[in-house]
């Protein structure tokens, strides 16, 4: 699977770096970056490829938002991370948002085996592994209502926290065109 290096990867590096940032010093991805980048996305592939260039393009963003859509509703994940994932997902299609979601979910496990080992709150994520696992568990009577990671951003310790995932997204995005360019991409 190969990334071009075109106006699409351009456009998606510098959003995912955008809200690297944003997440990384506020805890945020704002609507202002990700609602438009979504429609440019699904605009710029429709007027560039038509009705197919569209279908690819709204079938990425299903799976981008797909993808981190259950992890939201169990109150794991804020709400911009999944706007991200699908607005990159309406500009790469679906094997690159694929790519970028599994890199970006490896990069999250490494930061918070990193945030254990130097916080040294490995009794805590265990506890918090058993609430998610029973979140999952009783998905088909509720879905985490309480908005816990809202909760969490507000904490005076939230860097020991909570994960920056729009950072772990630009690390997937950064990752992925790496890949892409070494296994012989334009």
């Known amino acids: 699977m190969t990334v071009?290096?075109?106006?699409?990867?351009?456009?998606?590096?510098?959003?995912?770096?955008?809200?690297?940032?944003?997440?990384?010093?506020?805890?945020?991805?704002?609507?202002?970056?990700?609602?438009?980048?979504?429609?440019?996305?699904?605009?710029?592939?429709?007027?560039?490829?038509?009705?197919?260039?569209?279908?690819?393009?709204?079938?990425?963003?299903?799976?981008?938002?797909?993808?981190?859509?259950?992890?939201?509703?169990?109150?794991?994940m804020g709400a911009g991370d999944v706007k991200l994932m699908a607005a990159l997902g309406a500009w790469l299609g679906l094997p690159a948002v694929f790519y970028v979601f599994v890199i970006s979910a490896l990069a999250a496990g490494v930061y918070a085996l990193v945030l254990m080992a130097v916080c040294g709150s490995s009794r805590e994520i265990v506890v918090n592994l058993q609430i998610i696992w029973h979140r999952v568990a009783a998905v088909g009577r509720s879905l985490g209502s309480e908005d816990r990671v809202e909760q969490e951003v507000r904490r005076s310790d939230r860097r020991r926290r909570v994960i920056p995932f729009a950072a772990m997204i630009a690390i997937g995005v950064v990752a992925l065109i790496v890949m892409s360019w070494l296994m012989g991409g334009q």
């Open 4 to 76: 071009q290096l075109s106006l699409a990867t351009a456009v998606v590096l510098v959003a995912a770096l955008v809200a690297a940032v944003t997440d990384l010093t506020r805890f945020k991805v704002y609507n202002l970056l990700t609602l438009p980048l979504l429609a440019a996305g699904l605009i710029y592939h429709a007027w560039d490829g038509g009705t197919a260039g569209l279908a690819m393009s709204a079938a990425g963003m299903f799976l981008g938002a797909g993808v981190l859509l259950v992890f939201y509703l169990m109150g794991g």
